[in-house]
């Protein structure tokens, strides 16, 4: 009994005795206590990030710092992380971890509060300049790869006001994605009209392609700031052929996709005004293709290109593009005047010519 009570005095010396950094054997460093992570993808690698489960995939990361909140002041020293690097969290493919062991924090024993800010992917290539902030959050400035399957879903995080929950010791990061997801579909506005798109053949031209991302909490859709560059970028796809007319049993009218459900342009968000001969500088696609018409032998009746070679044309496109869409333009061949001038028809009715004949006299 002496020997149990001497054990206890010495380990409530020991805690009293602690440093912030020195926390061998003291409540703050048990293994409860240890600041687990959790996450969710709030809404929906050129592959955007679908789901949670998808972003648990075992090797992929986040970096995460958390700054104090005390008597309602914020500790501008990170609590966890540096004010440039995050601490990395990597998954198993079930859990987050820490992926460096010296990097494993501890929530505060005192009633403090935790802001945690994070984001993902980790690649110093297309994010430069990550700073850390106790007060301005997180902000980084990302530029665009100019080749789609470069491109990567780039999402942040903000879990602000946070203290150790009562049955674990994880805190959720709602990751939210900062780009805008672009596909393209296909089709043709007439029965017997039909287009064919090349390999990669639909580009984009003049488009914004770096920005500063800024996530403090509030902002829910306007996160970037001070976009520039003007650039172009290419949809990955294989040769479309035969695209054509074709309704749904709803009747909607259905277009054939172009690319892979599973890859997409991810773009910075940004408003975009069309290209015009008096607007060079706007926004335009140019779709490389065949259009043609069938007559009922099979032969094709080609409108624009030729059966040895496909020819562009050249659409201009505005719209405003916020974070967290996913968009899908129908490009629909034939629907207005332009590279196709459709067959129209007017009426002449010849007039009857009025002949008076001689009397006929009817006894």
Not at 146 to 175: I, R
Not at 196 to 219: C, F, M
Not at 308 to 317: E, F, H, P, R
Request: with cysteine; net charge negative; proline share 3%.
């Amino acid at each position: 009994m002496k020997k149990n009570l001497l054990y206890m005095l010495i380990a409530a010396a020991m805690i009293s005795g602690c440093t912030k950094n020195d926390v061998v054997d003291s409540e703050i460093n048990k293994d409860s206590n240890l600041i687990g992570f959790s996450t969710y993808k709030n809404i929906s690698r050129g592959n955007p990030v679908d789901n949670n489960e998808e972003f648990l995939t075992a090797s992929n990361t986040f970096g995460v710092t958390a700054f104090i909140k005390q008597e309602e002041t914020l500790q501008e020293s990170p609590y966890m992380g540096t004010t440039t690097e995050g601490v990395v969290i990597i998954s198993d493919g079930s859990k987050w971890n820490y992926k460096q062991a010296s990097d494993q924090a501890y929530w505060p024993t005192k009633g403090e509060i935790l802001d945690f800010y994070a984001y993902t992917p980790l690649d110093n290539s297309i994010i430069t300049n990550p700073i850390f902030n106790a007060t301005k959050g997180l902000t980084l400035t990302y530029t665009v790869p100019n080749n789609e399957t470069a491109q990567k879903d780039l999402m942040y995080a903000v879990a602000l006001n946070q203290q150790k929950p009562e049955n674990s010791n994880s805190v959720t990061m709602p990751f939210k994605h900062a780009l805008t997801q672009v596909h393209f579909k296909i089709g043709t506005s007439a029965e017997n009209l039909y287009v064919d798109v090349a390999e990669n053949g639909i580009r984009i031209y003049n488009l914004k392609s770096t920005g500063t991302l800024t996530t403090k909490t509030g902002l829910e859709t306007k996160v970037w700031n001070n976009l520039s560059g003007q650039a172009q970028y290419s949809v990955i796809s294989q040769v479309i052929s035969e695209a054509g007319y074709e309704m749904t049993d709803d009747g909607t009218q259905k277009f054939t996709s172009i690319g892979s459900a599973d890859q997409a342009l991810m773009l910075l968000p940004q408003k975009i005004e069309a290209w015009s001969e008096s607007n060079t500088t706007g926004a335009y696609l140019t779709i490389s293709c065949k259009i043609y018409q069938k007559l009922a032998d099979g032969t094709k009746i080609y409108l624009h290109g030729s059966a040895d070679a496909y020819a562009k044309v050249k659409v201009g496109i505005s719209d405003n593009w916020v974070r967290n869409q996913k968009i899908t333009y129908n490009l629909n061949i034939g629907a207005t005047a332009g590279v196709l001038t459709p067959i129209e028809f007017v009426t002449e009715v010849e007039t009857w010519s009025p002949i008076d004949k001689e009397i006929i006299n009817v006894k």
